[in-house]
């Protein structure tokens, strides 16, 4: 058992792992791998607050994001029961886990086969404010070697990766390519030489989501480099190129729980982050009987700080929306960017949504208004409406 008292937890949730810490009223920390303990938590009603980190590109705004994001919901809220009090970055949590690290600025790296992306923190008094974040596909050529390859880079062991480490600085050269590294599920090797070509496209990819995620003004200061994901190891993350002619210092690979016990700090706000003004006002036009008058009403959907909207309340109640087959929801969206071509505009959900009563979630984005989630009262399967033009 995991003890009695009321407890804090923090959750890392990525490729379909769930990594869980646990913040004990006597101070301890606790981490535990697998769905496991969080249903026993759940099972004892221990838990008093939850702080989940998730892939970064879940909260760009997409559907693909969203869908993802609302089946976490379902598998905290709605079947543990568990008090999801915010959805947070990766990054932003891997940045708050080395907070107290003494730099002034953090950059988080994570490179994968199909994904490379890069976000700046600021750092100070024990808060992490976002500077910039960008990402960057990485060149689709998925051949079933090089698809193979990336499974075995990835999979290595330790020892594998400090032979790589210590082998790869010469391999450039063309006398050393040939040498074999990388075992590929144990009936064969994969040349020097092929790992740097297949790892070229990810350093493309990761060298441009660096440099659009350093602003022009960024803040001086110690910078620390942290690298997650599967790939936090790869010997050529550990020294990155110099990007924008600003060198970057050799980067630290976070160790595979850093990313729930960043979660943890911020959770129980040992580590507060700090975001941005919401720029995207999102409202839900509405009506409802006071006083014994029919009142128009705009309800807000959004967060002040543009934060995900677990379940939209108003009036200190969370709000429920009846459709019928006569009516039709609509959406107000809202561009405070005085840059924006297009300021305001309005979104039609469809398809029609089935008559009945819907509770309301917005998955917001960084760079957009985000996904509207309609989730029936009758436990039906939720809806998601993207709200960008």
Same mark, same amino acid.
């Given at each position: 058992?995991?003890?009695?008292?009321?407890v804090?937890?923090?959750l890392?949730?990525?490729d379909?792992?769930?990594?869980?810490?646990?913040? %004990? /009223?006597d101070?301890?920390?606790t981490?535990h791998?697998g769905?496991?303990a969080?249903d026993? !938590?759940? &099972?004892? $009603? +221990?838990?008093r607050?939850?702080?989940?980190?998730?892939?970064?590109?879940?909260?760009?705004?997409a559907r693909?994001?969203a869908r993802?994001?609302?089946q976490?919901h379902h598998?905290?809220?709605?079947r543990?029961r568990l008090p999801?009090r915010?959805?947070v970055?990766r990054?932003q949590?891997?940045?708050?886990?080395?907070?107290d690290?003494?730099?002034?600025l953090i950059?988080?790296?994570?490179?994968?086969? %199909? /994904?490379?992306t890069?976000?700046?923190?600021q750092?100070?008094s024990?808060?992490?404010?976002? !500077?910039? &974040?960008? $990402? +960057?596909r990485v060149?689709?050529?998925t051949g079933p070697?090089?698809?193979?390859l990336?499974?075995a880079?990835a999979?290595?062991?330790?020892a594998?990766?400090a032979?790589a480490?210590s082998?790869?600085?010469r391999?450039?050269?063309?006398?050393?390519r040939?040498?074999p590294?990388y075992?590929?599920?144990g009936?064969g090797?994969?040349t020097?030489?092929?790992?740097?070509e297949?790892y070229?496209g990810?350093?493309?990819a990761l060298?441009?989501?660096v440099a659009?995620?350093l602003?022009?003004?960024?803040?001086?200061g110690?910078?620390?480099?942290v690298?997650t994901?599967p790939l936090?190891?790869?010997?050529?993350?550990?020294?990155?190129?110099?990007?924008?002619g600003r060198?970057l210092p050799?980067?630290l690979a976070?160790?595979p729980r850093d990313c729930?016990?960043g979660a943890?700090?911020l959770?129980?706000?040992?580590v507060?982050a700090?975001?941005?003004?919401?720029?995207f006002?999102?409202?839900?036009p509405?009506s409802r009987?006071w006083?014994?008058?029919?009142?128009s009403?705009s309800?807000p959907?959004?967060?002040?700080?543009g934060?995900p909207n677990l379940a939209?309340?108003?009036d200190?109640?969370?709000?429920?929306v009846d459709v019928d087959?006569?009516?039709?929801l609509?959406?107000?969206?809202?561009?405070t960017d005085?840059?924006a071509?297009t300021s305001?505009?309005?979104v039609t959900?469809q398809?029609?949504p089935?008559p009945g009563?819907y509770?309301?979630?917005?998955?917001?984005?960084?760079?957009?208004?985000?996904?509207l989630?309609?989730?029936?009262?009758?436990?039906?399967e939720?809806q998601l409406?993207?709200?960008?033009?």
């Amino acid at each position: 058992m995991l003890g009695g008292a009321r407890v804090i937890v923090g959750l890392d949730v990525a490729d379909g792992a769930v990594t869980v810490a646990v913040r %004990e /009223l006597d101070g301890r920390q606790t981490i535990h791998d697998g769905r496991g303990a969080l249903d026993e !938590l759940a &099972a004892g $009603g +221990r838990v008093r607050a939850v702080a989940a980190a998730v892939a970064d590109h879940w909260l760009d705004g997409a559907r693909d994001g969203a869908r993802h994001l609302e089946q976490l919901h379902h598998d905290v809220v709605e079947r543990l029961r568990l008090p999801l009090r915010s959805v947070v970055r990766r990054s932003q949590a891997t940045a708050a886990r080395y907070a107290d690290g003494g730099a002034d600025l953090i950059l988080v790296l994570e490179p994968t086969p %199909e /994904l490379a992306t890069a976000a700046l923190y600021q750092v100070e008094s024990a808060q992490v404010r976002p !500077l910039g &974040a960008a $990402g +960057r596909r990485v060149a689709d050529d998925t051949g079933p070697v090089r698809q193979a390859l990336g499974e075995a880079v990835a999979q290595a062991d330790a020892a594998a990766h400090a032979r790589a480490a210590s082998v790869l600085p010469r391999c450039r050269h063309s006398r050393y390519r040939g040498t074999p590294l990388y075992s590929r599920s144990g009936t064969g090797r994969y040349t020097a030489g092929e790992v740097l070509e297949w790892y070229a496209g990810i350093e493309a990819a990761l060298t441009d989501s660096v440099a659009r995620a350093l602003p022009a003004t960024a803040p001086t200061g110690t910078v620390q480099v942290v690298t997650t994901g599967p790939l936090r190891d790869f010997p050529p993350l550990a020294h990155p190129a110099q990007v924008g002619g600003r060198p970057l210092p050799a980067a630290l690979a976070a160790a595979p729980r850093d990313c729930a016990a960043g979660a943890l700090l911020l959770a129980e706000e040992s580590v507060r982050a700090v975001e941005q003004p919401a720029r995207f006002a999102v409202r839900l036009p509405t009506s409802r009987v006071w006083a014994g008058r029919l009142r128009s009403e705009s309800v807000p959907l959004h967060t002040p700080t543009g934060q995900p909207n677990l379940a939209v309340g108003w009036d200190g109640h969370e709000l429920a929306v009846d459709v019928d087959a006569t009516r039709q929801l609509t959406v107000d969206v809202h561009d405070t960017d005085p840059a924006a071509v297009t300021s305001a505009w309005t979104v039609t959900l469809q398809p029609r949504p089935a008559p009945g009563r819907y509770r309301l979630g917005l998955w917001a984005g960084r760079f957009g208004p985000g996904v509207l989630v309609l989730r029936p009262a009758d436990g039906a399967e939720p809806q998601l409406f993207p709200l960008s033009q």
